[in-house]
């Protein structure tokens, strides 16, 4: 049982980690996009 919970929790952890670089990539390439179409 404990080391389901551990499974679980690295789980949550990787998730939370890829969801940010999603995020974070996403709104960094918005923003070039912006820049560039802006000037």
Do not use: H, P, R
Request: aromatic share 28%; hydrophobic share 35%.
């Amino acid at each position: 049982m404990d080391s389901y919970c551990t499974y679980e929790a690295t789980l949550n952890l990787f998730t939370d980690i890829f969801l940010w670089q999603v995020f974070y990539i996403y709104t960094g390439v918005n923003e070039y996009d912006y820049k560039e179409n802006f000037k």
